[in-house]
């Protein structure tokens, strides 16, 4: 039961997301293993001898309705819910991307919904190295490569913006590839991998490549501490040291003294 509610509220999640192209089809795309639900386009209300289809890339037929069938192919996997000739599918796989059509067939044929269903696996999580650091009159410029799946880009950095040097680029919105981008947020420099179901991301602390001038000094300062104790170390061995010597020699001139009067 909470399965189902899971997949039903991911379905209404996953509709909100719907964006329209400009032709009569419907791009959606979701997270291999997930289910969707795909409802009719407009008001369908079957009179006499009308049977609704859903196929799949125009030829293959998914469920039928009435006489409720859910054809062999998409047995366990597909359903029509009868109350709103909805289509779930569940456990979607790479392979059902495609065409899905909804099909009313009477004394014609009319077409009440087309999908392009888009199944995506979740992205790699990106790995984010540093090739150089290099300083410019204060101002830290860090050249970082980005690596995904099967892109990498180069950008060169500093503690505010990033702009790209090398690696490919692409469109985002109309790429159904995982996407690499290279940013600065947060003191971070940030590369996130995504695409239309999934995102992931690598990220380098800025304060940790580029440490600041004053950063430096505070080392220093951090530094010197341990020295100054040591020189007042070595001044108290000296002041005893000296004292001891006094101490020795005052003893010995008493004892000198001592034998001069009654030696
Ligand atoms: C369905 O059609 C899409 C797009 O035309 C194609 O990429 C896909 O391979 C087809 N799927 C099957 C199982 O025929
Ligand atoms: C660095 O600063 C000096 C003087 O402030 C300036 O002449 C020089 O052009 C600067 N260099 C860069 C790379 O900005
Ligand atoms: C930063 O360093 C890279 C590589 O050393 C260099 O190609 C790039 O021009 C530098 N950027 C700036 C703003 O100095
Ligand atoms: C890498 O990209 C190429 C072409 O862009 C594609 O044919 C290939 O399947 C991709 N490989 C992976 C692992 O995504
Ligand atoms: C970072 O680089 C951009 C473009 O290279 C430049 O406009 C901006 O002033 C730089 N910011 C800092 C803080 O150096
Ligand atoms: C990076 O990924 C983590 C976990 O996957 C996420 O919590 C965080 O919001 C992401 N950061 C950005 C800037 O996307």
Same mark, same amino acid.
């Given at each position: 039961h909470h399965l189902n509610t899971m997949s039903l509220l991911l379905g209404i999640g996953l509709l909100t997301c719907i964006t329209s192209s400009g032709s009569a089809e419907t791009s959606v795309f979701v997270l291999k293993g997930q289910d969707v639900r795909l409802n009719v386009q407009t008001n369908v209300q079957l009179k006499d001898v009308d049977v609704i289809f859903w196929k799949f890339n125009r030829s293959d037929n998914v469920v039928m309705y009435p006489r409720k069938v859910t054809f062999e192919r998409y047995r366990g996997r597909a359903e029509l819910?009868?109350? +709103?000739?909805s289509l779930l599918l569940k456990?979607?796989?790479?392979? +059902?991307s495609g065409l899905y059509d909804a099909v009313v067939s009477g004394i014609n044929d009319r077409n009440v919904a087309r999908y392009v269903l888009v199944v995506q696996e979740k992205v790699e999580p990106p790995v984010l190295t540093v090739n150089s650091v290099s300083s410019i009159n204060g101002t830290c410029n860090v050249t970082v490569t980005c690596r995904g799946q099967n892109t990498s880009v180069t950008s060169s950095c500093n503690s505010s913006t990033c702009s790209q040097v090398g690696g490919e680029s692409r469109g985002a919105e109309t790429s159904t590839v995982p996407l690499l981008s290279v940013y600065v947020a947060g003191g971070s420099i940030i590369c996130n991998h995504c695409n239309q179901v999934s995102w992931a991301n690598d990220t380098k602390e800025i304060v940790e490549l580029c440490p600041l001038k004053s950063g430096k000094t505070q080392t220093h300062k951090y530094l010197s501490p341990p020295a100054g104790s040591m020189s007042v170390c070595m001044l108290k061995i000296i002041l005893v040291s000296v004292g001891l010597v006094i101490m020795i020699s005052a003893v010995i001139t008493v004892h000198i003294r001592h034998r001069f009067h009654y030696g």
């Open positions: 819910i009868v109350g +709103d000739f456990n979607l796989q790479e392979e +059902d």
